[in-house]
């Protein structure tokens, strides 16, 4: 595949995913303020690395998935039961939590590392790549190769480090509606994987 194309669909599909509000958007537009643009940089360049295994590994599951489509079946099986308990998860939390966490101080020394520690927190990321680069194969928009994968990762790295980098440069416009967004994202959360879940189940006992 055209190395261009690849790069230009990562960028897309991590700049759609990054644009959403999550803790990690929260946390470099907290330490934005903090300790200023570049300082967090930092933190991005350790969200963006791991972003890009995570790119890496979401491709190679989703070419082993439609080269396999008699385990589709069982994987979305599973896929719902999980899909069900991140959902009374995310509930659970959002009615528990009374008081606000207080904001926990990041050295600029750790800062990578501790933004590695983050990304590595999203659980939302390979299923999200996989998601959409299942999508790419079976519209034939992306034959999936080592190399291809490499190129998309690179594509997906640039595109969060940008998004992030965006956060991070209007964080003073941005803190009070991200603050009111996050405080609600458990709730959402738990809405958006409720309703797949029950959408899944549906389309299962429906086959």
Do not use: W
């Amino acid at each position: 595949m055209n190395v261009f194309i690849c790069v230009l669909m990562g960028f897309c599909i991590a700049s759609l995913g990054s644009i959403t509000p999550s803790f990690l958007n929260l946390t470099v537009v907290k330490y934005s303020l903090r300790n200023g643009t570049k300082a967090t940089f930092y933190i991005i360049a350790g969200y963006a690395t791991v972003l890009f295994f995570q790119a890496n590994v979401g491709a190679y599951l989703a070419n082993v998935l439609m080269k396999n489509s008699e385990y589709i079946t069982l994987i979305q099986q599973i896929g719902t039961g999980i899909l069900f308990l991140l959902s009374i998860n995310f509930f659970r939390i959002y009615y528990t939590s009374k008081e606000k966490a207080k904001d926990k101080e990041i050295p600029k020394s750790k800062s990578y590392f501790y933004g590695i520690f983050m990304s590595l927190l999203n659980m939302m990321a390979i299923p999200f790549y996989f998601t959409f680069i299942s999508l790419l194969i079976g519209f034939e928009y992306f034959e999936y190769s080592y190399l291809n994968a490499f190129y998309f990762s690179i594509g997906s790295t640039i595109g969060s480090f940008t998004l992030y980098t965006l956060y991070a440069i209007v964080a003073k416009r941005i803190e009070h509606k991200l603050d009111v967004i996050a405080s609600k994202m458990d709730f959402i959360l738990g809405c958006l994987t409720g309703v797949v879940a029950i959408g899944n189940l549906i389309y299962l006992l429906s086959k």
